[in-house]
């Protein structure tokens, strides 16, 4: 009797991860659902953190900004108004960012990721994917085309017990 249970117990564990190992597939699967919808753009709605994936754009234009114009802690005129003019542009561009990043930004990158990606006319995601897999038990990477060819990033994330788009990644080179 205590052997059956314990296999019982063993099955039921094997069956939790490869459940859990599926989930954010079928996910995937929902999202290429939603982009070829009529209205995907309210349909992407559930499967898209959008202030996630604000969040990261923000993060990286900070990064890139940082990177061009030097930081000073300086009390003299010249560092206050360096000072003035990075706060200047973090405000706009977190106004911009609002402006720029929306949920139909999102769909028309994926799409036209997707139509790079794939010669299938029309383009779907799903045929796009050239690799999708967990970086944590919490993240999955999508590259949508192959890595010579420029590809898009896409990260899902488990938020709030759902799997989301988080993160678009747009390569450059």
Not at 25 to 46: C, G, W
Not at 112 to 123: G, K
Not at 144 to 166: H, K, M, N
């Amino acid at each position: 009797m205590n052997i059956h249970i314990s296999r019982v117990v063993t099955y039921a564990v094997i069956l939790a991860l490869v459940a859990f190992g599926l989930w954010p597939y079928m996910s995937i699967f929902h999202l290429d659902s939603a982009l070829r919808q009529p209205d995907a753009t309210t349909a992407l709605t559930p499967y898209v953190n959008l202030t996630a994936v604000q969040a990261h754009y923000k993060k990286r234009l900070n990064n890139t900004v940082d990177t061009f114009v030097p930081t000073s802690q300086g009390h003299s005129q010249s560092d206050q108004v360096l000072n003035w003019v990075m706060s200047n542009v973090r405000q706009l561009g977190d106004s911009a960012l609002q402006q720029a990043i929306t949920l139909d930004w999102v769909r028309t990158t994926l799409n036209e990721a997707a139509e790079q990606a794939t010669a299938e006319r029309p383009a779907s995601f799903m045929s796009a994917i050239d690799f999708a897999f967990f970086e944590s038990w919490d993240r999955v990477v999508i590259r949508l085309g192959a890595l010579d060819r420029r590809p898009t990033y896409v990260i899902l994330s488990l938020q709030s017990r759902q799997w989301q788009v988080t993160d678009v990644i747009r390569s450059c080179w």
